[in-house]
């Protein structure tokens, strides 16, 4: 017990270690296997850069080394935990206010000397390298970022900063650990306290021509296709949401460009000449024209082929193209597929329902019931209803917190490619994305059915399509919690001991919980059964007197006897055992065999007479029966000549608790006679209900689950059986 209930306080109490490192590490340095140091966006990007050879943006890592020194510096952790131990996650205002104050401790707290030293002479490095002065990218590098969970959209990423301003944007992006957005994430994907740790990346700045998404499968079945989206500017407001771009489909072997859409885009997010970002109107002159060309298409292609083959998995791939032509890959990360083969068998349209919307793009399948719920501010989140439609004008990885919630995502503007689109595929919410008008003609509290596999949102509960509106399953499964919960299992569920006569039945062979909860009782009920060999001397046991032949010893548990008299000679109107009252009364009423005449011969004769003696004789052989009885409780064995009898029960107010059990052994008959009595015995037990296992001439049998009434009248039958099989 000791040894596997270690291993399990192990397992249960197992925290992240974080490994020593250096604090902050070039770009070029850095490769898949340093998830640990430098997180899962940094070592995937260094993969790329130095493994591949795919061009990235230079740049170099700020390590989850130096994210320890800096919470330790401030002792920010013993702080932090003070407040999330006041947490109250179902009262978002406060939720929101004990995030803000942990935001500001982080974003307040010194950086020690070392750190803001190192930084600094990283990016002097930088700038050398690049022969310029730059901005740069701050990008969040969670240690669970990019990896089997996405969390995509949930740290903070600063673009375009200056210099002066690359350590608050640093304290920012750790701060960004604490948004209630994140900490839903961490609880309903079952991730540790201990995981929550944030590597950074700091990224040359690229003046972005274009920039956008490249998604290495579709989830279609059979269909090798890349689909490729894209914007004017800077990518963020595409994976935000906020805009929508043109997309290209392209063939994987032969990079043949199949389909493409450009819708006018009227805007655009560029770095602004004091660093951040703003937006700026399209010049006309480039309106709804294309972003790339034909070879640029195929050269993102050619790159995320590559991705994909490298990693072995599609890919979910952020990239920019420079003023100059130039294309670099900024983040890749497993993507999620959708492989919903029955949404394939989903008419087109069902007739009788009217159509309120037939446009948009599949961010996630599935079909999805409820009132709509327009969404424009975070309070509107707050209140999020169970099983509405989230209705919006834009996506944002906001929703994320009422994913479990939501019974469908429609927003008029989006993309397939967007943050929000992933985090609805890791939660299953059926989303349509790009329907233009949703928030208009939805509007709030309509009954609505939303089949975002065909692009269309009914009027009112479409009956025919409830079959496909699979009930969500979450991610948990995929999760650290699940994982956690299989590994602890394997020292508690499997049982290994199964037979008591296998040699290995001993407590050296116990592996799990289950087999020492086996062994334990086999064991117990062992010494139950063979109560009656010895008794130890300090247990005190009066005689039961009740007109019959057997020589019963008694041991009150407690409440099984009226009083006990001076003399330790009980009577049956002494007994108060619910149970054994109504075991005795079938005793004591049956008509017990007389004495047989002795005519046989030999050993069996002997047999034959001994099985029929009178108590008189029976007291000589110095055989004694054993009763523990309390007042709810009898454990009775039996001596009857060569054989035993053992009749356990419990007769209580709680059904689920009542049971009796009935174990027979032997005879000092041959083999054939003993199995024709306990073929007796089985038959009538079986008729009583019992579940009866028979090995030879032992007999275990069990009936759980009766009232205390209908229990007490099979104990009255047990009492004239046993007098009855006596002898044949």
Not at 16 to 45: Q, Y
Not at 384 to 390: G, M, N, R, S, T
Not at 422 to 435: C, I, K, N, W
Not at 624 to 648: A, C, D, P, T, W
């Amino acid at each position: 017990f000791d040894s596997i209930n270690s291993k399990i306080e192990n397992l249960m109490a197992e925290r992240r270690e974080i490994p020593e490192s250096p604090l902050v590490i070039p770009m070029d340095e850095i490769t898949e296997e340093m998830t640990d140091i430098v997180g899962g966006k940094n070592a995937n990007l260094g993969e790329l850069r130095n493994r591949l050879g795919v061009p990235t943006p230079d740049g170099f890592a700020i390590s989850a080394f130096a994210f320890k020194l800096f919470m330790d510096h401030s002792r920010l952790h013993e702080k932090i935990a003070g407040i999330v131990s006041k947490m109250q996650s179902e009262k978002p205002e406060a939720l929101d206010e004990q995030c803000k104050e942990i935001q500001d401790l982080i974003v307040k707290a010194d950086i020690p000397d070392g750190l803001e030293e190192e930084i600094s002479e990283a990016y002097q490095g930088l700038c050398g390298r690049i022969g310029k002065k730059v901005y740069v990218a701050v990008r969040s590098s969670a240690l669970q970022e990019d990896g089997a969970a996405s969390f995509a959209g949930q740290y903070a990423t600063f673009l375009n900063v200056p210099p002066e301003l690359i350590l608050q944007r640093y304290r920012e992006v750790v701060a960004s650990l604490f948004s209630p957005a994140v900490l839903f994430y961490y609880r309903t994907r079952g991730f540790r306290e201990s995981d929550m740790v944030m590597p950074v990346g700091v990224l040359e700045m690229i003046d972005a021509e274009a920039g956008g998404v490249v998604y290495t499968e579709t989830g279609e079945p059979g269909a090798a296709t890349i689909t490729i989206s894209v914007v004017r500017g800077l990518g963020k407001s595409l994976v935000e949401g906020t805009v929508s771009p043109e997309t290209y489909e392209v063939s994987k072997d032969g990079l043949e460009i199949r389909r493409r859409t450009v819708p006018g885009q009227q805007h655009m997010l560029v770095g602004g000449a004091q660093g951040g970002i703003e937006e700026v109107s399209l010049p006309a002159e480039i309106r709804g024209k294309p972003c790339l060309k034909d070879e640029q298409i195929k050269t993102l292609a050619r790159h995320a082929v590559s991705i994909e083959r490298h990693f072995d998995h599609p890919q979910d791939i952020e990239w920019v193209m420079a003023r100059e032509g130039r294309i670099l890959v900024v983040q890749t990360r497993p993507l999620i597929v959708q492989n919903i083969e029955s949404s394939k068998s989903v008419s087109v349209r069902i007739e009788g329902y009217p159509v309120l919307i037939d446009k948009g793009v599949t961010a996630c399948k599935g079909v999805g019931f409820g009132k709509s719920y327009l969404v424009r501010t975070d309070d509107d989140l707050r209140n999020f209803p169970e099983h509405a439609v989230l209705v919006a004008r834009n996506t944002s990885a906001r929703y994320v917190t009422v994913m479990d919630r939501a019974s469908a995502i429609v927003t008029d503007i989006g993309a397939a490619t967007v943050h929000m689109a992933s985090l609805a595929r890791e939660y299953r919410v059926p989303a349509l994305v790009d329907t233009e008008r949703a928030s208009e003609i939805l509007g709030a509290g309509r009954e609505i059915t939303v089949d975002a596999s065909n692009h269309i949102v009914y009027e009112g509960i479409v009956k025919e399509l409830a079959e496909f509106a699979e009930e969500k399953k979450g991610p948990f499964r995929n999760t650290y919690g699940f994982r956690l919960l299989e590994s602890v299992l394997k020292w508690i569920a499997p049982l290994n001991l199964i037979d008591p006569d296998d040699e290995k039945f001993r407590p050296e062979y116990c592996r799990t919980f289950h087999d020492i909860t086996r062994f334990a009782h086999q064991k117990a009920m062992q010494e139950m059964f063979a109560i009656s060999k010895e008794v130890p001397d300090d247990v005190e046991a009066a005689r039961l007197f009740a007109g019959i032949p057997l020589r019963i010893y008694v041991i009150d548990l407690g409440g099984g006897v009226d009083s006990m008299p001076k003399d330790r000679k009980i009577l049956p109107e002494h007994i108060r055992s619910l149970p054994f009252k109504s075991f005795l009364k079938g005793l004591t009423t049956a008509e017990w065999p007389e004495p047989r005449h002795v005519g046989l011969g030999g050993f069996m004769g002997m047999i034959a007479h001994t099985a029929s003696m009178p108590e008189a004789e029976l007291e000589e052989m110095g055989e004694k029966s054993f009763l523990f009885i309390s007042q709810n409780y009898m454990n009775f064995s039996i001596r009857l000549g060569y054989h035993l009898s053992v009749v356990e029960a419990y007769i209580g107010e709680s059904i689920n608790d009542n049971y009796i059990r009935f174990f027979f052994k032997g005879g000092g008959a041959d083999l054939k006679r003993r199995l024709r009595r306990v073929e007796l015995i089985r038959s009538i037990l079986e008729r009583l209900d019992f579940v009866v296992t028979v090995k030879e001439d032992v007999i275990n049998a069990i009936v759980t689950k009766y009232k205390s009434s209908d229990l007490g009248r099979k104990l009255e039958i047990l009492g004239k059986m046993t007098a009855y099989t006596k002898q044949l």
